[in-house]
């Protein structure tokens, strides 16, 4: 067995020769696909995974001339372009498909194939699975076409009291609902799995998306409670006003987390894909159980620094917040050092020597590994930025202002996406049993992505120290701050052109894929394995229950008084406006 | 069912734990200093501003708003904001000189921020936003509302002229 058991004095364990060939690695290896009839688990990892991939993508392959619109309209450089209906109908609808669509199906998509395959058991209930499938779908036309219409320009964020058409609502509602069927088959296939191997390790690309699901769950409850609680009695006419400082409480429950919903799936593709595919071991299987585990805790009682410059609630709890907050930096920073650490470690058994020689010895040609590299790049330079969000004073100086676009493009549209497209790329060919179509263009995609992904943001950032708000459609208020942002909207429509550009080639290369050549022997679905491979691991990082229990008392700690304070508050309740009212 | 872990990782998540602490100290150091996000936590009736009867009362009334000083000598400026404006629309202040803002919304939420500076707040109707801050550059700045409120909200802003101490005239 190659794998290694030595005293880790050295960075590298030099005691060991690695056999890297096909066939070596422990645990997950043992199995192959080809030859016999395939079992149920693969089909059901195949149809699964790629009918909600292809909704995910498809929702991005939308949104993305919504985003490049956005940029010409608002930079007023384009007189043509100006009509402000359309700029809200796309900020709300781009904002929808990305972060709710593209995202919720490809991370559903992804959960499947990857833990149907690493547990190597089919789904509990194929009818359960496709029901959800079919609820999430339904939800999103249901809320996509008033989004089109522009009948539900009130951000992906909907604050009230301005108001959307009821279907978008429920529409919404239902794509939450769908997406709880997946989190539930998360859950119970873990479970599964662990009775039948008791004692034994949870694959971490298994535990990774089960912890995603669970947090999932507790992330979409505070907009759910705010749609069934709020939003809901009002379209129906069973109340006529609301409290929008109760609703901004619920939504930023929901706000923070779900970003990390969004970025787990990046990080799990680094851990237990990366590793193979840039020719080298996890660093540590623990400390990635250690960072999914902290993730999870530190990411939803946090959400008060998106209300940091709200009047509804007190400066303590906004405190105690950002204490919280900051806690997110540990996972982080540990992902880092595990990522890169893994990077070096493949780069040196390709020979890569000296201190900085290991970079150039790397997998440059890998997509995997080529989109990992650039999203910790841009996690590094979106993560400067997010300090500066969540500090409790700084963040007066850019709340709202277009810093804000530019930080969460970096960190979702960069670091998050990028590694959707090297999902992507990794799957197709797995699942479909036939060759990337071209990989070459699979590569310069992804370094188009990056670079027009900096090229956005650098201005934004720089837009928002300026003093230009975010959302807005055109730019009236005095030529001496026009005169100082003009480059910069020149600027940043260069890197939306990139941007779109390169999700063009994604969608060629994706769609290509399924047309191209047949493979004799489909590449296998296994995961990576680290260096100290662990058969077995400490129970807090394999089980789920008491981190569920922990989570419950850090957020009635965090949110059960800032919600309950509004029962006492006698808030005097406001006017809904907008669409159907 | 060992825990291993390397003996880089161990020294890497002590700087982690030291950088997390830092962060911490650095906030609470200028929180202990008063510098506070605004977070005062009261009512009022947004769709009876005009009232004295309403919850909240009239402070926020057509006749009350604008500057004044308040019994400590603290220039206090009394807003509105209502699609697509804030009213007064054009206000004046000293340089250097602390000011209070209060201001509330009229129907939906709002944001009002002076760029270049650090008057940043969230108007949220049934809510009175308020800070305390300073303007130390003279000039003409735009006040403008940062949050979505309708069609015509790129156009919700108002005027705020910085004039030297000296030359101030309430």
Same mark, same amino acid.
């Given at each position: 067995?190659?794998?290694?058991?030595?005293?880790?004095?050295?960075?590298?364990?030099?005691?060991?020769?690695?056999?890297?060939?096909?066939?070596?690695?422990?645990?997950?290896?043992?199995?192959?696909?080809?030859?016999?009839?395939?079992?149920?688990?693969?089909?059901?990892?195949?149809?699964?995974?790629?009918?909600?991939?292809?909704?995910?993508?498809?929702?991005?392959?939308?949104?993305?001339?919504?985003?490049?619109?956005?940029?010409?309209?608002?930079?007023?450089?384009?007189?043509?372009?100006?009509?402000?209906?359309?700029?809200?109908?796309?900020?709300?609808?781009?904002?929808?498909?990305?972060?709710?669509?593209?995202?919720?199906?490809?991370?559903?998509?992804?959960?499947?194939?990857?833990?149907?395959?690493?547990?190597?058991?089919?789904?509990?209930?194929?009818?359960?699975?496709?029901?959800?499938?079919?609820?999430?779908?339904?939800?999103?036309?249901?809320?996509?076409?008033?989004?089109?219409?522009?009948?539900?320009?009130?951000?992906?964020?909907?604050?009230?009291?301005?108001?959307?058409?009821?279907?978008?609502?429920?529409?919404?509602?239902?794509?939450?609902?769908?997406?709880?069927?997946?989190?539930?088959?998360?859950?119970?296939?873990?479970?599964?799995?662990?009775?039948?191997?008791?004692?034994?390790?949870?694959?971490?690309?298994?535990?990774?998306?089960?912890?995603?699901?669970?947090?999932?769950?507790?992330?979409?409850?505070?907009?759910?409670?705010?749609?069934?609680?709020?939003?809901?009695?009002?379209?129906?006419?069973?109340?006529?006003?609301?409290?929008?400082?109760?609703?901004?409480?619920?939504?930023?429950?929901?706000?923070?987390?779900?970003?990390?919903?969004?970025?787990?799936?990046?990080?799990?593709?680094?851990?237990?894909?990366?590793?193979?595919?840039?020719?080298?071991?996890?660093?540590?299987?623990?400390?990635?159980?250690?960072?999914?585990?902290?993730?999870?805790?530190?990411?939803?009682?946090?959400?008060?620094?998106?209300?940091?410059?709200?009047?509804?609630?007190?400066?303590?709890?906004?405190?105690?917040?950002?204490?919280?907050?900051?806690?997110?930096?540990?996972?982080?920073?540990?992902?880092?050092?595990?990522?890169?650490?893994?990077?070096?470690?493949?780069?040196?058994?390709?020979?890569?020597?000296?201190?900085?020689?290991?970079?150039?010895?790397?997998?440059?040609?890998?997509?995997?590994?080529?989109?990992?590299?650039?999203?910790?790049?841009?996690?590094?330079?979106?993560?400067?930025?997010?300090?500066?969000?969540?500090?409790?004073?700084?963040?007066?100086?850019?709340?709202?202002?277009?810093?804000?676009?530019?930080?969460?493009?970096?960190?979702?549209?960069?670091?998050?996406?990028?590694?959707?497209?090297?999902?992507?790329?990794?799957?197709?060919?797995?699942?479909?049993?036939?060759?990337?179509?071209?990989?070459?263009?699979?590569?310069?995609?992804?370094?188009?992505?990056?670079?027009?992904?900096?090229?956005?943001?650098?201005?934004?950032?720089?837009?928002?120290?300026?003093?230009?708000?975010?959302?807005?459609?055109?730019?009236?208020?005095?030529?001496?701050?026009?005169?100082?942002?003009?480059?910069?909207?020149?600027?940043?429509?260069?890197?939306?052109?990139?941007?779109?550009?390169?999700?063009?080639?994604?969608?060629?290369?994706?769609?290509?894929?399924?047309?191209?050549?047949?493979?004799?022997?489909?590449?296998?679905?296994?995961?990576?394995?680290?260096?100290?491979?662990?058969?077995?691991?400490?129970?807090?990082?394999?089980?789920?229950?008491?981190?569920?229990?922990?989570?419950?008392?850090?957020?009635?700690?965090?949110?059960?008084?800032?919600?309950?304070?509004?029962?006492?508050?006698?808030?005097?309740?406001?006017?809904?406006?907008?669409?159907?009212? | 069912?060992?825990?291993?872990?390397?003996?880089?990782?161990?020294?890497?998540?002590?700087?982690?734990?030291?950088?997390?602490?830092?962060?911490?100290?650095?906030?609470?150091?200028?929180?202990?200093?008063?510098?506070?996000?605004?977070?005062?936590?009261?009512?009022?009736?947004?769709?009876?501003?005009?009232?004295?009867?309403?919850?909240?009362?009239?402070?926020?009334?057509?006749?009350?708003?604008?500057?004044?000083? =308040?019994?400590? +000598? *603290?220039?206090?400026?009394? &807003?509105?904001?209502?699609?697509?404006?804030?009213?007064?629309? #054009?206000?004046? /202040?000293?340089?250097?000189?602390?000011?209070?803002?209060?201001?509330?919304?009229?129907?939906?939420?709002?944001?009002?921020?002076?760029?270049?500076?650090?008057?940043?707040?969230?108007?949220?109707?049934?809510?009175?936003?308020?800070?305390?801050?300073?303007?130390?550059?003279?000039?003409?700045?735009?006040?403008?509302?940062? =949050?979505?409120? +309708? *069609?015509?909200?790129?156009? &919700?802003?108002?005027?705020?002229?910085?004039?030297?101490?000296? #030359?101030?005239? /309430?």
């Amino acid at each position: 067995m190659p794998i290694c058991s030595g005293t880790s004095k050295s960075f590298l364990p030099t005691n060991t020769n690695y056999d890297l060939s096909e066939g070596t690695y422990l645990l997950t290896m043992s199995m192959t696909d080809t030859g016999t009839q395939a079992p149920a688990y693969v089909k059901h990892a195949k149809w699964l995974g790629l009918s909600n991939m292809w909704v995910g993508f498809g929702a991005f392959a939308l949104a993305i001339p919504m985003g490049l619109y956005q940029v010409a309209e608002r930079s007023n450089l384009f007189p043509a372009a100006e009509s402000r209906e359309l700029y809200y109908t796309s900020v709300t609808t781009h904002g929808v498909l990305m972060a709710y669509v593209l995202t919720t199906f490809f991370i559903m998509g992804f959960g499947y194939f990857s833990a149907l395959h690493s547990l190597k058991q089919d789904v509990w209930s194929p009818l359960f699975s496709w029901t959800g499938f079919v609820i999430a779908l339904v939800g999103t036309v249901m809320a996509a076409v008033p989004l089109l219409l522009g009948e539900a320009s009130v951000m992906y964020t909907f604050y009230p009291p301005e108001m959307a058409v009821t279907p978008f609502y429920i529409g919404a509602a239902l794509l939450f609902v769908g997406s709880w069927f997946w989190c539930v088959d998360m859950v119970i296939g873990m479970m599964q799995w662990r009775r039948a191997n008791p004692g034994m390790a949870v694959p971490l690309v298994m535990f990774g998306t089960t912890m995603n699901a669970l947090l999932w769950l507790w992330t979409s409850m505070g907009a759910t409670l705010e749609v069934l609680i709020q939003i809901l009695p009002l379209k129906f006419g069973w109340v006529d006003t609301i409290d929008p400082g109760l609703a901004r409480t619920f939504f930023s429950w929901t706000l923070h987390a779900i970003v990390y919903f969004w970025l787990l799936p990046a990080y799990i593709a680094m851990y237990s894909i990366m590793p193979r595919e840039s020719g080298g071991k996890l660093f540590s299987d623990e400390l990635a159980r250690v960072a999914f585990v902290m993730l999870f805790i530190f990411s939803v009682p946090i959400g008060f620094h998106h209300l940091y410059m709200d009047p509804q609630q007190a400066a303590g709890w906004k405190l105690l917040h950002m204490f919280g907050t900051f806690m997110v930096a540990v996972p982080t920073f540990i992902t880092g050092f595990t990522i890169l650490a893994t990077l070096e470690v493949s780069g040196r058994l390709r020979g890569g020597k000296g201190l900085f020689g290991w970079i150039a010895k790397l997998r440059w040609n890998n997509p995997m590994t080529l989109a990992t590299i650039l999203s910790m790049m841009m996690l590094t330079a979106g993560g400067f930025g997010g300090v500066i969000n969540a500090s409790y004073s700084m963040n007066a100086l850019i709340h709202n202002t277009q810093w804000i676009t530019g930080h969460f493009h970096l960190i979702f549209g960069g670091t998050s996406v990028i590694m959707y497209f090297a999902v992507a790329y990794w799957a197709w060919p797995r699942i479909t049993g036939r060759k990337l179509a071209s990989r070459r263009m699979a590569l310069w995609q992804l370094w188009l992505w990056f670079w027009g992904m900096i090229v956005t943001t650098m201005p934004w950032h720089v837009l928002g120290l300026l003093g230009q708000p975010r959302r807005v459609d055109t730019l009236p208020y005095s030529d001496e701050l026009n005169a100082i942002w003009n480059p910069y909207e020149v600027v940043m429509f260069a890197g939306a052109v990139m941007l779109t550009l390169s999700a063009i080639m994604f969608i060629v290369v994706l769609v290509r894929s399924h047309f191209s050549e047949r493979l004799q022997q489909p590449p296998e679905v296994v995961f990576g394995t680290a260096i100290h491979q662990p058969l077995r691991v400490p129970k807090l990082l394999n089980s789920l229950a008491l981190w569920n229990w922990a989570m419950l008392v850090y957020m009635l700690a965090s949110y059960g008084y800032p919600l309950l304070q509004f029962v006492f508050l006698g808030t005097p309740q406001t006017i809904p406006f907008g669409f159907g009212e | 069912m060992a825990f291993h872990i390397d003996k880089l990782e161990k020294r890497w998540i002590y700087m982690v734990a030291g950088i997390v602490v830092m962060a911490w100290g650095i906030q609470i150091y200028y929180a202990a200093q008063g510098w506070h996000p605004p977070s005062n936590v009261e009512v009022i009736d947004s769709a009876q501003l005009h009232l004295a009867s309403g919850v909240g009362g009239d402070e926020f009334s057509e006749q009350n708003i604008g500057i004044k000083r =308040d019994e400590n +000598g *603290m220039l206090v400026v009394t &807003m509105v904001a209502a699609r697509y404006g804030f009213y007064p629309q #054009e206000i004046t /202040l000293p340089q250097g000189e602390p000011f209070k803002m209060r201001i509330a919304s009229f129907d939906v939420l709002h944001g009002i921020y002076i760029p270049l500076t650090n008057l940043n707040l969230m108007l949220v109707p049934g809510y009175v936003s308020e800070v305390t801050t300073t303007v130390n550059t003279l000039g003409d700045y735009p006040m403008l509302c940062h =949050d979505f409120c +309708g *069609m015509g909200h790129a156009y &919700m802003f108002g005027n705020v002229k910085i004039v030297p101490a000296d #030359e101030y005239k /309430l």
